[in-house]
């Protein structure tokens, strides 16, 4: 048993040989010497796969929430069962969530600047619009209407205002142990709190303003979705909030969510595989006290370049079949 200072934590001489060994070997692998826990990413995981299991999973668990959550809204105003517009929304949030790769550390910042934000605003919509009208147009999901070119309308301008202000803060500076992760959940906070008010709002404004001035449609028409007569609240309410949700989960996953998930499964991946500990920190701080990493700011070294390469050769390939 090796003992911590002063009642700290206590690791067999096993753990540490095997944790330590699997680190150095992992940064050897990666012609690199410094760990920060922020960058325990799918590639540091040994078996192919768990890094797909961990690649694959925010994207489900966002397609099937959004599918859950359309189904209820649709549900609530309508008195119906309407599938077609959950499964669109859930294979809009499995594209989004697969495809775009955030960075491991995120810290959201927003910019105001009036060419940058129309800019982004527009070409934004018009992605947008034009993506979702083609996509129901070929699979003919939903038929189109006046409605619906609306709704895409008013969901492309929506984002492009939501999200127009925000972007990833090029430089990040790590001073303490795990600052990225509490920077990325902060991100996920602060960005939620802005787009999921500003998208419903925006949302529901333009489709009330298109219905009644562009395409003259009478009061009735607010009250319809999907065919069928809504309850209570217009459509257009209905709707927009289908939007905001949609657009929260998508800024979610690229401003820290994706991030996140991913490091915390690839953590308990390596704990579970006897790699890592459970509590990573407190035992990199534990290595430290017996001088066998330095700690720079948020990241840890070996003492010495042939300590580490000590360590490395008493492990096992970082990467197996």
Known sequence: MVGGRGGGPEYTLGQTVQWLGWLARSLSDRDESMFLVETLAPGWLPYMAQRICVRLALPTIA???????TYAVIKSATGSVYLRLPIFMALLLLLSTAVVEP???????????????????????????????????????????????????????????????????????ISYPNQGVVMSLRSILVTTIWVLPVTIVVSALTQASLLSTVFSLSDASFWVIGGHLATGIPAVLWLAATHGLALAAINAHLFGAASSVRHYLVRFFLWRDGLAPCDYVRFLEFAKDRVLLHRVGGAYVFVHQLLQDHFGKLSVPAHRP
Request: aromatic content about 10%.
């Open 63 to 69: 397609a099937i929430a959004s599918a859950v959550v």
């Open 103 to 173: 960075p491991l550390i995120v810290r959201a910042k927003f910019s105001f600047a009036m060419q940058t934000f129309g800019t982004f605003a527009l070409v934004t919509g018009v992605i947008i619009i034009v993506a979702l009208g083609a996509l129901f147009a070929l699979t003919g999901i939903v038929p189109i209407s006046p409605f619906l070119i609306v709704s895409f309308v008013a969901f492309g301008i929506a984002a492009g205002v939501a999200a127009g202000p925000l972007a990833v803060a090029e430089s990040v500076d």
